[in-house]
Structure formats: structure tokens, C-alpha cells
């Protein structure tokens, strides 16, 4: 038996709770997982109160991240003893997730725990961190550089903000830190970030073209707060969109894209290849000082999980849940 929080649905309404499984209700999968820590993320709160219909499959356990030690492997790339990690993929949406002590998944959506980490570290880090890393090196890629000015955060406190200003500030960058929550400067400035800005100033309709204030964007919440982004890069910069935490919708123009050259790089985290997930963690395993993970992530226990999704969507919280299943 293991203990993992399930989602359930019937005519009544959703359900969730903890519950006691056997092995045996596991999912298919060609690798099986003791696990050690999972995470609670923006989709895994929307899951656990029901406040958007991201479970498509019931019953369903919860989180998109994991990290935990194989047990069992008929996939090539694993044995019994490694320590893996897993990050999207469906998993909490179509396929069990992380919120359990047990999980069976297919072994080609899972990547090795880094060395730099420990297991706890990783889940600090989670999807969020890791789809931070994927902002700045699709940045990196397309030639950002420090020398050409401020790089905007948007969402700062949040997971992927906490850690993109992390990784910006050790690579060398100015990082201007867009926040609703005045009272979190001094913790976004303790992770980097030399200018905190409020997000008022980008949250409502603006100019097609304004000043050019940003060498890139790492931009969390959509809408307005990123059409104002495009409109405030600097001509031939880029701004890596990986969220929606303002909304779905984008009431921009071309202006910023045909005038001034800037280029909209959209992020997925969920399917990337695994050669993106694996450069990816190189990069946080380099350039993410593990000291600055002391600061983003707080750890719960399992018991403790959907309590904290609630509070999670209620904008209660900073950084980065960390769940140990086993507490």
C-alpha cells in the first residue's frame, strides 16, 4: 500500500483527498518509482480545486514534477537504483502523477537527477525552474546577451520568476523584477534582481510601440502584461511567453515584430524533446546557485498538499512548494 492524494469526479462534483492504494492500481508504464518529493505547480493547484478542467482522466493523482529512486525497469535507458526525474508529459492531467509515494511512467519522459542537486533541490526547482531554464536559453540562443541591457521578469515571485532571476543574476544580467506584491522586494532582490517594478505599470492596454526599456522578457502571465513586454523591447531583442497568469489572450500588433525586429519565443515544457529537458538542466545545474533554492522553496508534507493548492491559487504564496511524500 502507498498513500497519494487522488482526484475523483462524479455527478455530485470533484473530490480530492488523501487515500491508501495498492501497487496494483498503478497505471501502465515501463518504469516504476519510489517517490521521494513531488511539487505543487500553478496546473496542479488548478487540478486539486477543480478551478479549470485540467484532469481529463479520473481518478487521478496529481503533479507534473517527481524525483524519486527506480524500483523496476524493462526500459533500456534505466535500472533499479537510479534517482530520475520527471517534468510534464501529461502526468496529473492522463497519467498519475507526482503527489504519491509510488509512480509508474514510461521511461523515455523521464531525465537523470543532476549531480548538483539533491533530491529536494530538484523538486525546488521543478517544472517551474526548469521551464525558467528553458526561457533563458531560448534567449540565449537567439543572442541575448548582458551587454545589451535589462532583462524583464514578469510573475517574479512565482516559480518560474524566482528562478529565472536566479540564473539571469549569475549569468550577468540587470534583471528588472515585475511583481503585484510590493512587500516581496527585498526577497526578489536577495535573489538578483536590481529593479523591482510594479506589475500596474504593464497589467492594462498601452501603446503598439513604446520605449525600448528591454533586452528580453522571460514573461509568465500573457495579455496585456505581455503585449506591453513586446512593445518596451529593444529593437532586435526577444521575449521568451511560457504563461498565462494574466490570461490567454494577447491584444497586441505586428508593431514591435516588423518595426523593431523582436522576436516571440514561445516556451512548452510539457512535451519538449528530451534534448532541450536535458540542456535545460545542464544550465540550471550550472548556472543556479543550490544556496538561492533556500530561499524559493518551502517543504510540506503529503497531508499538507491540498490545502496548499488552494492557498497556491488564492496568490497566497511565493517560491516554491516542495511536498515530501513521505512526511
Not at 455530485?12 to 517517490?35: F, K, R
Request: charged letters at 20%; glycine letters at 12%; one cysteine or more.
Amino acid at each position: 500500500m502507498f498513500s497519494a492524494i487522488v482526484i475523483d469526479k462524479t455527478e455530485e462534483g470533484q473530490s480530492v483527498g488523501l487515500q491508501q492504494l495498492d501497487e496494483s492500481a498503478l497505471p501502465e508504464g515501463d518504469v516504476t518509482i519510489d517517490v521521494a518529493f513531488s511539487t505543487l505547480n500553478f496546473k496542479d493547484g488548478l487540478a486539486i480545486t477543480g478551478s479549470s478542467p485540467v484532469v481529463r482522466k479520473f481518478p487521478m493523482v496529481p503533479g507534473i514534477d517527481l524525483v524519486g529512486t527506480v524500483t523496476e525497469s524493462s526500459h533500456a535507458d534505466w535500472k533499479a537504483g537510479d534517482t530520475v526525474v520527471l517534468n510534464g508529459w501529461g502526468v496529473g492531467e492522463v497519467h498519475w502523477g507526482g503527489l504519491a509515494q509510488k509512480a509508474r511512467l514510461k521511461g523515455d519522459w523521464l531525465v537523470p537527477l543532476p549531480a548538483a542537486f539533491t533530491p529536494a533541490q530538484a523538486m525546488a526547482i521543478g517544472t517551474a525552474g526548469y521551464t525558467a531554464a528553458l526561457c533563458i536559453d531560448a534567449l540565449a540562443d537567439w543572442g541575448v546577451t548582458p551587454d545589451q541591457g535589462e532583462v524583464l521578469v514578469t510573475g517574479a515571485t512565482g516559480g518560474v520568476g524566482s528562478v529565472a532571476i536566479a540564473i539571469l543574476k549569475k549569468l550577468g544580467f540587470s534583471v528588472a523584477a515585475l511583481t503585484g506584491k510590493a512587500a516581496e522586494a527585498d526577497y526578489l532582490k536577495a535573489l538578483g534582481a536590481e529593479t523591482v517594478i510594479d506589475r500596474a505599470e504593464l497589467s492594462e492596454k498601452g501603446k503598439p510601440l513604446q520605449k525600448e526599456r528591454w533586452a528580453g522578457v522571460v514573461d509568465t502571465a500573457g495579455s496585456f502584461t505581455l503585449a506591453n513586454a513586446c512593445a518596451q523591447t529593444k529593437y532586435g531583442g526577444a521575449v521568451a511567453a511560457c504563461g498565462l497568469a494574466q490570461g490567454a489572450d494577447l491584444p497586441a500588433t505586428v508593431m514591435p515584430f516588423i518595426l523593431r525586429g523582436v522576436a516571440l519565443l514561445g516556451i512548452d515544457s510539457v512535451m519538449a524533446p528530451k534534448a532541450k529537458r536535458l540542456k535545460a538542466w545542464d544550465r540550471l545545474a550550472r548556472d543556479l546557485d543550490p544556496a538561492a533554492l533556500e530561499t524559493i522553496g518551502q517543504t510540506i508534507g503529503l497531508g499538507e498538499a491540498v490545502e496548499a493548492a488552494r492557498k497556491f491559487m488564492s496568490g497566497e504564496v511565493k517560491g516554491r512548494y516542495i511536498v515530501d511524500v513521505n512526511a
